[in-house]
Each structure stands twice: as C-alpha cells, then as structure tokens.
C-alpha cells in the first residue's frame, strides 16, 4: 500500500533553516508529481511546492518562492524540502501528498519557527 512518512521538522530559531524529508513505498515513485503541503494553526492548507515526477520542473506558493526548494531521489525514493530563512508564518504542520487517483498523505511533520 502507498506510505508518505516526513520526518526532519522541528523547533528552529527565525531565519533558520531545515530539510524535511518524505519516504515514499508502494507505489512507482518516478513515475509522480509529488507535493509538498502545510497547514498552519487556524488556516487552511497550503500547497508549499510542487516536483514534477523526473524532478525537471518545480513550482511554489509565493509565500516561500526563493526561500524554499522542493527536489527528489528516485533512486530513494524521497521528497525533500529544504526550507531557508524561516519565519514565524512557516509554523505549521508539514505534509507530503501524491495523487493516484486518490490522494495520499503522509502523518505529518511539525515545523516550529521561534525565538
């Protein structure tokens, strides 16, 4: 069956960084876009980032353009986001998502940007 599981999240300090990471299985990896999503306390989700399945073409919410950088391993079979002068609005909870015919999502995993 289709597993996501993200780990890499944490308490980081404003202007820090992270890479949240996403292990996917059960399904042909390369052959999909993969997205990145949030959802921050009392907001809707957001679409963060968007890979295409060979990683050729990358797309972004404005809200973190030039900051954030989605990229991908076939090889492992993972998701990346590599996530750069954090601020206080990139709290939330961070999930990956594929859609194959339904959509998938991973448990999820909490960024905490704070002094």
């Known amino acids: 069956q289709v597993q996501l599981v993200e780990s890499g999240g944490g308490l980081v300090q404003p202007g820090g960084s992270l890479k949240l990471s996403c292990a996917a299985s059960?399904?042909?990896?390369?052959?999909?876009?993969m997205n990145w999503y949030r959802r921050a306390p009392g907001k809707e989700r957001e679409l963060v980032a968007t890979?295409?399945?060979?990683?050729?073409?990358?797309k972004y919410a404005e809200s973190v353009k030039g900051r954030f950088t989605i990229s991908r391993d076939n090889t492992k079979n993972t998701v990346y986001l590599q996530m750069n002068s954090l601020n206080d609005e990139d709290t939330a909870v961070y999930y990956c998502?594929?859609?194959?015919?339904?959509?998938?999502w991973g448990q999820g995993t909490q960024v905490t940007v704070s002094s």
């Open positions: 998502n594929v859609v194959i015919i339904t959509t998938y």
């Open positions: 059960g399904f042909p990896f390369s052959r999909y876009t």
């Open positions: 890979i295409s399945s060979a990683g050729g073409t990358t």
